[in-house]
């Protein structure tokens, strides 16, 4: 069973379109977490969500939406795409914020806007 | 600005002990030090972390020196398996979560 799951693996699409990758976690933990890995490989926190509470935005353009419907789900949802927006992007979950939990990764979506 | 230093590569034979140094010099006292790794088009997997004390997984083992401004993640038999980019993280707390992000690790090469 895979504890952290995310749709789709591999997207393409235009530049202007808007796009949702979904993410659900099975291991019961409280937080959830988007990441973004850029073309240097850096692995950057995006938006982390505790109970479905907003608990981190970073600096990301609003175009950029998480939504959590439940403690399980965790959606990015991405209004008018640009070629910037080019990446790896990792759903992650942890038990909770506490800095002793592990936090544990998805397989990654791989997002391409031509 | 990165609070970890790691080697951008190492080899390591296959069957030998792979030993990957970290340096987290401006570390807190109430601050994890974490090890993933990544390899090609997958998901960061995670293998072990410490607060103070050396720690031991099925894994790998984490050595941190005492004043834990560095630390030393050793895969006691690594095997081809291995080949993978090695990211050493130091966790802050909520109020610095902001700083939590994996820089460009140490990519390691197990040679048959």
């Known amino acids: 069973d895979t504890a952290v799951s995310q749709t789709p693996k591999y997207l393409v699409t235009q530049m202007g379109n808007d796009k949702s990758i979904k993410c659900e976690q099975n291991l019961g933990h409280d937080t959830m977490y988007w990441y973004k890995q850029d073309s240097k490989k850096f692995l950057k926190i995006m938006f982390s969500y505790n109970n479905k509470e907003l608990i981190i935005n970073e600096t990301v353009p609003n175009r950029f939406s998480p939504k959590s419907p439940d403690k399980a789900h965790l959606n990015l949802h991405i209004n008018s795409l640009e070629l910037g927006d080019s990446a790896v992007y990792f759903c992650?979950?942890?038990?909770?914020?506490?800095?002793?939990?592990?936090?544990?990764f998805g397989e990654g979506s791989w997002l391409t806007v031509v | 600005d990165a609070k970890t230093t790691q080697p951008p590569s190492m080899d390591c034979a296959e069957g030998r002990a792979a030993n990957l140094p970290c340096n987290h010099s401006t570390i807190s006292g109430n601050e994890y030090v974490y090890w993933y790794r990544q390899i090609h088009s997958q998901g960061p997997q995670y293998i072990i972390h410490?607060?103070?004390n050396n720690e031991t997984n099925e894994m790998a083992s984490l050595i941190i020196t005492e004043d834990r401004k560095s630390s030393t993640l050793i895969l006691p038999h690594a095997t081809l398996r291995d080949t993978a980019v090695y990211y050493c993280?130091?966790?802050?707390?909520?109020?610095?979560?902001?700083?939590?992000?994996f820089g460009s690790g140490t990519k390691l090469n197990v040679k048959p």
């Open positions: 410490g607060l103070k």
């Open positions: 992650a979950s942890s038990l909770n914020l506490d800095s002793g939990n592990t936090i544990y």
């Open positions: 993280i130091v966790r802050p707390n909520l109020s610095n979560f902001n700083k939590f992000y």
